[in-house]
């Protein structure tokens, strides 16, 4: 399976995307590539899964094709490995002839050696990487096979298909909206204190245009910081202009501001420090949820399809 095979499948994909999503297709599917990217899958086994979530392939085809895909990278790393070494063994020839002097020949044979240990490491992380994806699907099939039903109990009692928020909300992603939520909260937190000095500074020099400045900079911090968690969290990655930080920053300001409400209403009413810590705690969850889903509307546009 080339690139351009799965070029074709991810146009295909984003025509029918084109028809469910007509506001911003391009923007969700990669939002869902990205999804199945952080959850551990390559680009290309990600565009085949929710190439066969819309019927178009059979989970069969779709694992001959990931088994084709993974050949030819292991086959291109291979590749790699003896084009490498046949340039280290040439320059060594070349230094026991003695055209090239000892300082010469470890300057040049260094990044070659480096290299190849890279790549052979990327070797046996692809080969983990398919022992871990085979021993799933054997666990798989084998539940499957534990739990299966008369066909005639499943006719009368079919179950429901998982939704969508029920397949993304794991326990996996769960922990990492607690870490971005309580990451963003606590730093935040320091930040809020620095950003207090250099806006009573600010409004202290320029007054009202001060104050303009000092909430600028506010929604600069946002959205900075935010940037920041989303990427090494979810790895995705923000655009850093001017104007989507700014737009980013503001948008998280009013989603927070919405979502702390109840809190800061019930904080009003029953004020105490086992409130406080609950709420900090439950608040992590959703600050994180509601950090995540503001950055993906300023998600970086990527090129590579």
Do not use: C
């Amino acid at each position: 399976m080339s690139s351009a095979d799965i070029d074709e499948i991810y146009e295909e994909l984003l025509k029918i995307y084109e028809v469910k999503y007509p506001h911003n297709p391009r923007h969700m599917l990669s939002y869902k590539i990205n999804e199945l990217v952080g959850e551990g899958e390559t680009r290309e086994n990600a565009i085949l899964a929710l190439y066969e979530e819309e019927g178009k392939i059979t989970r069969a085809e779709a694992k001959e094709l990931e088994k084709a895909i993974r050949k030819k990278r292991e086959e291109a790393i291979e590749q790699q490995i003896k084009e490498n070494k046949k340039s280290v063994e040439k320059l060594t020839l070349l230094f026991s002839t003695g055209e090239l002097n000892e300082e010469s020949y470890k300057a040049a044979i260094k990044p070659l050696e480096e290299k190849i240990a890279k790549l052979e490491i990327e070797k046996k992380a692809e080969e983990i990487k398919s022992l871990e994806k085979r021993l799933t699907t054997l666990k798989t099939e084998a539940k499957e096979e534990a739990t299966v039903k008369p066909k005639r109990e499943l006719d009368k009692f079919p179950s429901p298909p998982p939704t969508g928020l029920a397949k993304r909300l794991d326990f996996k992603t769960i922990s990492k909206y607690f870490i971005h939520g309580f990451a963003f909260s606590l730093t935040m937190i320091v930040l809020v204190f620095v950003w207090v000095f250099v806006g009573v500074f600010l409004i202290a020099v320029g007054s009202f245009i001060g104050l303009i400045i000092g909430f600028l900079v506010f929604f600069f911090m946002l959205s900075g910081l935010n940037s920041f968690l989303t990427e090494n969290i979810w790895s995705i990655s923000t655009k850093t202009e001017w104007m989507s930080l700014l737009g980013h920053g503001f948008a998280l300001f009013f989603a927070l501001l919405i979502a702390h409400t109840p809190s800061i209403i019930i904080n009003l009413t029953a004020p105490s420090l086992a409130t406080t810590i609950v709420l900090f705690i439950v608040e992590a969850f959703i600050d994180g949820f509601v950090a995540k889903n503001v950055a993906v509307f300023w998600e970086e546009e990527e090129d590579e399809y």
